[in-house]
């Protein structure tokens, strides 16, 4: 007898194969039967007008803390994710010693944009090594969950204080491989860093990969070529364009390793000639025998900032000190009108994000200022008759910095809508970036998946429903070489979605506090999802969870195979 019987559905199995109507039978977490399908089951499920697709597969969240206190790493499952992959960026709550968690719990909380509050409640370190860590999640997660170890949380351990500022010593790097490698011993899917300029701790300064020479990147890149099933990750600048050095220290990552290298973020803004330049990268690894692969994601670049985090606000010149100052002294100094002078004049040639005439209120606090929700800054300026960064500025000191803040998208029109597609169809680039679990209060874009098999198929008509399923489920899952998940196929592991192709999407988005200690963040869930199992188990039915927890802790080597590089192939 089977578990599980899915009957009536349109089947879209990953591969990019045009749909069929196909009945899936599952036993033991697998799946056992394809097509017309009679013989009798535990449960049926009738999915007549539905599509059953593959699990959706999100390889870039930061998911790490979160799965401590919620098994359902919410909202993704709400979408139809049903695999994540965490520890990206170099941010990782383990390894760690008491005298790190510390350190580790804050530089998590401001550089991801966590409530620090929600950490500390949510988050008991009770483990020392990223093996005892894995260990404590077995049969406590409800979606299946691997995790890369991080360059900064291993340089802390490794240097204490020393690890912002210095570079390290040679025992000091060899100390640093040897934890990874026991990390990668223990299951870790990869090895992660950062040398973005955005990546600030909660002192201000850049995290510690950042102080790390090329030459101990490469090494700890070096320590995954000897475990299999492994893979790199780096988010390598946020600058526009990659200089030759960036492009240079990719394929040099990726050939010492002997591994792909994944990036985040290739985005659309700054068009044609910023994608060739980015994508270059991936074009002088392969001319060299390696493998670099960039993410990139399926939506607008929509943002809520606010002056509480500081987050990309403190990468404007001269705004980082002011940004990691506490909550009262940056309220003393937001007040003072000569720090307001300098933070407008250091920002007059600013990114979009800080363009602030067109910047919302898109949520206020103080009863004095809820007249201006829904308004720009400009709209309130002119309205007060005074200076637009005046105007942001009284409304975030009245609020005392907790206004959300929403800059006006450059990227949500026709041109970058078919630059996206383009990217979507590029065998050079991944689709993610979502870093659900992360900026909790600042992106919404845990929902980029729905919004692809979604809208980006029904109504913008960018890419068929197919294509769209298996970008988001084979495609990932190859690039990890994740064993017999992202399609739907006999014997492969019964992660399913069920949805309505007529209504699948994201919901509007709200705010919720539901994070430990009351913290604050951004949530919302789908339309038209039926049904998510992993491993055959329901996981989600409509928009509530079940509470089961069929989940994988997904280990480097058992569950993963390696992806050789062209040098290796």
Same mark, same amino acid.
């Given at each position: ?455 980006? +198929? ?8 197919? &294509?769209? @399923? =298996?970008?988001? !489920? %084979?495609? *990932? $899952? ?18 399913? +979605? ?8 994201? &919901?509007? @988005? =709200?705010?919720? !506090? %539901?994070? *430990? $200690? ?18 055959? +188990? ?32």
């Amino acid at each position: 007898m089977l578990d599980l019987l899915i009957t009536g559905a349109e089947l879209v199995d990953g591969t990019g194969a045009p749909r069929r109507r196909a009945d899936v039978g599952v036993r033991d977490g697998r799946i056992v039967a394809l097509g017309t399908v009679d013989e009798p089951a535990r449960r049926t499920v009738d999915a007549d007008g539905r599509i059953v697709a593959p699990g959706f597969i999100d390889p870039h969240t930061h998911y790490d803390a979160q799965i401590q206190w919620d098994a359902g790493v919410s909202p993704s499952p709400l979408h139809g994710v049903s695999t994540i992959v965490g520890g990206n960026c170099g941010f990782t709550i383990a390894p760690v010693v008491p005298e790190t968690t510390d350190y580790v719990t804050r530089m998590l909380a401001r550089v991801e944009g966590m409530p620090v509050a929600s950490l500390q409640a949510g988050v008991r370190f009770g483990w020392s090594t990223f093996g005892e860590w894995l260990d404590g999640l077995e049969g406590a997660v409800a979606v299946n969950a691997g995790f890369l170890v991080g360059h900064s949380t291993i340089r802390r351990l490794v240097m204490g204080e020393a690890a912002v500022g210095e570079l390290a010593s040679p025992d000091q790097v060899a100390a640093m491989a040897r934890i990874a490698h026991a990390s990668l011993d223990a299951g870790a899917l990869g090895f992660s860093s950062s040398r973005a300029e955005s990546h600030r701790d909660h002192h201000g300064d850049p995290v510690p990969s950042r102080h790390a020479a090329p030459a101990e990147l490469l090494e700890l890149c070096a320590t995954v070529r000897d475990h299999e099933g492994t893979i790199l990750e780096i988010v390598p600048s946020a600058q526009l364009y990659f200089d030759a050095e960036v492009i240079e220290l990719l394929t040099a990552m990726s050939l010492a390793g002997r591994r792909s290298v994944n990036w985040n973020l290739l985005g659309v803004l700054g068009g044609e000639k910023k994608i060739r330049n980015k994508l270059g990268a991936s074009d002088h690894a392969a001319n060299h025998g390696a493998r670099v692969i960039p993410l990139t994601m399926p939506d607008p670049q929509a943002m809520r900032l606010s002056f509480a985090t500081g987050f990309v606000y403190d990468m404007l010149p001269g705004w980082a000190e002011t940004m990691a100052l506490a909550p009262e002294a940056k309220i003393r100094a937001l007040r003072d009108p000569a720090i307001r002078g300098m933070l407008e004049q250091a920002s007059a040639d600013a990114p979009w994000w800080a363009n602030w005439p067109e910047t919302t209120f898109a949520q206020v606090v103080a009863p004095e200022n809820r007249r201006w929700e829904g308004r720009t800054a400009g709209d309130v300026a002119r309205e007060r008759g005074i200076g637009v960064f005046d105007a942001l500025c009284d409304v975030v000191v009245a609020d005392e910095l907790h206004t959300g803040l929403v800059p006006l998208p450059i990227d949500d029109n026709a041109e970058n809508w078919a630059l996206r597609a383009k990217l979507w169809r590029d065998p050079r680039v991944v689709i993610g970036g979502s870093d659900a679990g992360a900026h909790l209060d600042t992106i919404w874009t845990f929902n980029c998946i729905s919004s692809l098999v979604g809208p980006s +198929v029904r109504e913008r008509e960018l890419i068929e429903l197919e &294509e769209a @399923v =298996r970008l988001v !489920t %084979d495609v *990932p $899952a190859r690039m990890y070489g994740l064993r017999q998940r992202g399609r739907v196929q006999l014997g492969w592991h019964a992660d399913l +979605v069920v949805f309505d192709p007529e209504t699948f999407g994201p &919901e509007p @988005v =709200r705010t919720a !506090t %539901d994070l *430990p $200690a009351g913290g604050e963040r951004l949530v919302g869930g789908a339309t038209g999802l039926d049904h998510l199992f992993v491993n055959g +188990v329901e996981i989600v039915r409509g928009q509530e969870y079940t509470g089961e927890r069929p989940g994988t802790v997904l280990r480097s080597g058992r569950d993963t195979a390696t992806v050789p590089i062209p040098a290796d192939q």
